[in-house]
């Protein structure tokens, strides 16, 4: 594994908490999507995967490491690959959380896996996330893929200027039809979307590290981000709540990138697609598969 010498007393445990499904965090996503509907009050279902605002973990500045995540070596294994990234991962939905309620949350690391990928050596850690409702039934229970790369290749030639990212002002969600939707980024939508979510990853949000240290053409725009807009388009259609979904984040989304979000329902479930610049011929950009029940 690639990891320092704290790897050989590293041990995966069960980590413990109970905590509030905050309200404050919930209304700033809805603020952020702005889309018309309305904002999950307190007592109100909390929709798929909307756990990952109401349940803000915000590390001490003393425990960031310099890409602005948790140093790791604690809960998450010593790894040393420099570079981080959320692949995405899979959830089950078992009974609704209410906006404002307690839950105690479980979380341990299932595995760690070393890889030889296209760009060099890569680790691929799996935790589980599992949330307990007041009555201490199991209500949700996920699984995440976090990949961990080597650093990008030394910059030669001066560095890049920032693009001007030009957006037209309202919300950054714009229905097409029945089945797509336009997703428009820029650097305001990223800010607020690390700070509802206490994400401090610098290459969200600082653009010489982004581009110089690890390497991207330019602001990455979140994978849960992405996640999150893709169900949201489920939402906005009236659908049928979720049971269960995978989601996957398969190429990176550039702040200012216009996306196209579709809708497709099929015999197994609804498939939802993000689309970068480059449409279908790219290939999807992120991808959300779901399952869906009677409430």
């Not at 790791?72 to 899979?90: H, K, N, Q, V």
């Not at 979380?107 to 896996?113: D, G, H, I, N, Y």
């Amino acid at each position: 594994m690639s990891t320092d010498g704290a790897a050989a007393v590293w041990r995966p445990y069960t980590e413990t908490s109970f905590e509030l499904l905050d309200p404050a965090p919930v209304s700033a996503l809805a603020a952020l999507f702005d889309d018309g509907l309305p904002v999950p009050a307190a007592g109100d279902p909390l929709p798929p995967l909307w756990h990952w605002v109401a349940l803000p973990r915000w590390s001490p500045s003393g425990s960031l490491g310099v890409d602005g995540h948790p140093r790791r070596g604690d809960f998450l294994p010593p790894i040393t690959l420099p570079r981080r990234m959320f692949a995405g991962g899979e959830a089950r939905f078992l009974r609704p959380l209410p906006v404002g309620s307690r839950v105690r949350r479980e979380a341990e690391v299932l595995s760690v896996t070393e890889k030889d990928g296209r760009t060099g050596r890569l680790v691929v850690v799996r935790a589980s996330i599992r949330l307990f409702d007041e009555s201490d039934r199991l209500a949700v229970e996920e699984t995440q893929d976090l990949i961990y790369r080597e650093a990008a290749p030394p910059r030669t030639g001066p560095a890049p200027e920032p693009p001007a990212v030009h957006t037209e002002p309202g919300p950054p969600l714009h229905r097409i039809s029945d089945t797509t939707w336009d997703l428009r980024t820029d650097p305001t939508l990223l800010m607020r979307f690390s700070a509802a979510t206490a994400n401090a990853h610098r290459i969200h949000y600082d653009w010489p590290y982004a581009t110089a240290v690890e390497g991207y053409p330019g602001l990455v725009v979140h994978g849960p981000l992405q996640a999150l807009a893709l169900l949201e388009t489920h939402r906005l259609a009236g659908g049928l709540p979720v049971t269960t979904l995978k989601h996957r984040g398969r190429a990176p989304l550039f702040c200012g990138d216009r996306a196209l979000l579709r809708t497709t329902a099929g015999p197994e479930g609804i498939a939802l697609e993000l689309f970068g610049p480059r449409g279908e011929s790219g290939g999807p950009h992120a991808t959300v598969d779901l399952t869906t029940g009677a409430s």
